[in-house]
């Protein structure tokens, strides 16, 4: 989609607010929270350069969609330095692997940072359902903190709780004493920098698996390992189109595919953002990405980072 920036607004310190707008006025494909949009930048290569952003507007509004950029990474300075209101943007479609869960008799949202963008999202929705929440909200400092002025209620309210560090995880907020003692209905979130995913997935790992949702939006410090040790060659087949492909070791499904002139989605390309999320058939799945859960691994696979254990692998394409 070609979508103009409407207006842009100073959200936080290096954190720029970004309306998009259908240019005719029209309605925008609808969204639901936890929902994020790629946004291409530049035109570096075929495709340009995709960067992937949250919404972090309420989902009920279907006159724009809003993102929030922190001014970090060469394609979100390009944003802050080289758009300017009035210019227009290509966009995909909402994505969402970050939903919220129905049914839930509470939810705990933890955000760090720029990870606050879905949980705004959610916040709306979870209001409009009357559900209960409570949202703590790291960040380094008062500066630092978008959506501060709007969250502010909330937290005289009791349902947000702000948390400075600042820059020292150690006087932030203790993540293991939150996560503690799972309440029974009670569904977590988290979304934020490495060492908040981190921390969150490890004192929440005697939680019920399908009760905690998480959200990379930018990998670990480190990128998963290669394991190329482990690579055997194994064959694609594609369920839809007829294609009939093998995957060597060292190569990913997705870069044999565009091998092949196959169209695909990409944009982190290291299994953590779910741009490349593809549907399986028949198979069994090598899941090597840290952000699908067991459920979502039944059925569909991450073909940037995952192989394949059997000697075939079909996928509905
Ligand atoms: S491209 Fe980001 S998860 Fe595959």
Redesign the pocket.
């Known amino acids: 989609m070609q979508l103009r920036i409407r207006s842009i607004t100073y959200l936080a310190e290096d954190i720029n607010g970004y309306e998009l707008v259908d240019p005719n006025g029209h309605d925008l494909p609808r969204f639901a929270a936890g929902a994020h949009v790629g946004v291409r930048l530049g035109d570096a290569g075929r495709e340009g350069v995709w960067r992937d952003y949250s919404l972090w507007n309420d989902p009920a509004e279907r006159r724009r969609y809003c993102i929030a950029v922190l001014r970090e990474g060469e394609g979100s300075r390009r944003l802050h330095d080289e758009i300017r209101v009035g210019d227009t943007v290509e966009t995909t479609l909402p994505r969402n692997n970050f939903p919220l869960a129905e049914g839930a008799a509470r939810h705990l949202l933890l955000a760090g940072g720029i990870g606050i963008t879905p949980v705004m999202a959610m916040i709306a929705e979870l209001k409009r359902r009357r559900v209960e929440f409570t949202l703590h909200y790291c960040t380094r400092s008062p500066e630092k903190t978008a959506f501060r002025d709007e969250l502010d209620l909330l937290a005289a309210m009791g349902r947000v709780v702000f948390h400075y560090d600042g820059g020292d995880p150690a006087k932030g907020l203790d993540v293991a004493a939150l996560l503690r003692e799972p309440r029974p209905g009670t569904h977590l979130y988290y979304c934020g920098p490495a060492g908040l995913m981190a921390a969150a997935k490890a004192a929440s790992a005697h939680w019920p698996a399908d009760t905690v949702h998480c959200e990379y939006f930018k990998g670990p410090a480190a990128a998963p390992p290669a394991r190329l040790e482990d690579d055997r060659p194994f064959v694609v087949r594609l369920a839809k189109s007829g294609g009939n492909y093998e995957v060597p070791p060292g190569e990913t499904i997705?870069d044999m595919l565009r091998r092949h002139g196959v169209e695909t989605r990409?944009?982190?390309?290291?299994?953590?953002?779910?741009?490349?999320?593809t549907r399986y058939v028949e198979g069994e799945v090598d899941h090597r990405?840290p952000?699908l859960n067991e459920a979502a691994r039944k059925t569909h696979l991450?073909?940037?980072?995952s192989r394949a254990k059997s000697a075939e692998l079909v996928l509905d394409l």
């Open positions: 997705l990409s944009s982190c390309e290291l299994g953590y953002c779910g741009a490349c999320l990405d952000i991450l073909i940037c980072c």
